[in-house]
C-alpha cells in the first residue's frame, strides 16, 4: 500500500463550482499533513498546512481525520486560476512523503 | 528573503555520464530533501540530509548519493546515468524541525541522450 494516495482525477469544474477531494496516508503516527499545488513542469508551492483537524486559508479548506486516517481539500468558488495539480503530504517522522496529486481543470 | 535556488536549471549528459546537481536552502535551513519527477510522474523520495548527515535515503540504486556542505548547501549526484533518469529533480528545504513546511527551489531538468 502507498503512503499516502490521491484520487488522481481529472476533476474537471466550471468556474465558481465547489471541489473537494481526499487524500489517505497509511502510517497512523504521521504527524503534520500538506497541501501543495503544482503547475505543469513547475515547482511545488505550499498551500497550506494542515497540523491539527483542519484549516482554513479563503476559498481553501483542508480538514483531517485521523481516525480515518484521510485528509480533504475543498476549493470554494473556483477561479481558472485554481487549475493545477495538488499534491497531498505526509510528514511521516523520517521523511515528507508525497502523494501522486489531484488534477483539476476549472473551465470557464 | 531568497528562496532555495538550484542550478543548473537544465542539464544535458549522455548514457554513462556523471551528473552533479546543487541545492542552496534558505538561510536559517537545515534540512534539505531531494526528489526525482518524471515526466507525468510523481514526486519520487531521494534522499533527505539535515545537520550535514544523510538521514533517510528512497528506493533508488546506489549510483544516486549526494552529501551535504557545512553551510546546509546540498549536492546531489548521479553516476552512470541512464536514459530513465531523465527527469526534474527538485530541492526543498526545511527548519531544524522537520516537522513543518518545506519549500522548493525550481528544479533541475536532466535529460540522458
Known amino acids: 500500500r502507498k503512503e499516502v494516495e490521491q484520487d488522481p482525477g481529472p476533476f474537471n469544474v466550471p468556474e465558481g463550482a465547489t471541489v473537494a477531494f481526499n487524500c489517505t496516508y497509511s502510517?497512523?503516527?504521521?504527524?503534520?499533513f500538506f497541501w501543495y499545488r503544482q503547475d505543469c513542469r513547475k515547482e511545488p508551492k505550499l498551500l497550506m498546512s494542515?497540523?491539527?483537524s483542519g484549516n482554513e486559508d479563503g476559498r481553501f479548506t483542508a480538514q483531517l481525520n485521523r481516525a480515518s486516517q484521510y485528509i480533504s481539500l475543498l476549493i470554494r468558488d473556483s477561479k481558472l486560476s485554481d487549475s493545477a495539480t495538488y499534491l497531498c503530504v505526509a510528514y511521516l517522522g523520517y521523511k515528507l512523503s508525497f502523494g501522486a496529486g489531484t488534477t483539476v481543470t476549472v473551465r470557464a | 528573503e531568497a528562496g532555495v535556488t538550484q542550478s543548473p536549471t537544465h542539464l544535458i549528459k549522455t548514457r554513462g555520464q556523471q551528473a552533479t546537481l546543487r541545492c542552496s536552502p534558505i538561510s536559517g535551513h537545515t534540512s534539505v530533501y531531494w526528489y526525482q519527477q518524471a515526466l507525468g510522474l510523481g514526486l519520487q523520495f531521494l534522499l533527505w540530509?539535515?545537520?550535514?548527515?544523510?538521514?533517510n535515503r528512497g528506493n533508488f540504486p546506489p549510483r544516486f548519493s549526494g552529501r551535504q556542505f557545512p553551510n546546509y548547501s546540498s549536492e546531489l549526484n548521479v553516476n552512470a546515468l541512464e536514459l530513465e533518469d531523465s527527469a526534474l529533480y527538485l530541492c526543498?528545504?526545511?527548519?531544524?524541525?522537520?516537522?513543518?513546511?518545506?519549500?522548493f527551489g525550481q528544479g533541475t531538468r536532466l535529460t540522458v541522450v
Open positions: 502510517n497512523s503516527a504521521s504527524q503534520s
Open positions: 540530509y539535515d545537520e550535514g548527515e544523510e538521514r
Open positions: 526543498a528545504s526545511s527548519p531544524r524541525t522537520a516537522n513543518t513546511e518545506a519549500f
Open positions: 494542515v497540523y491539527s
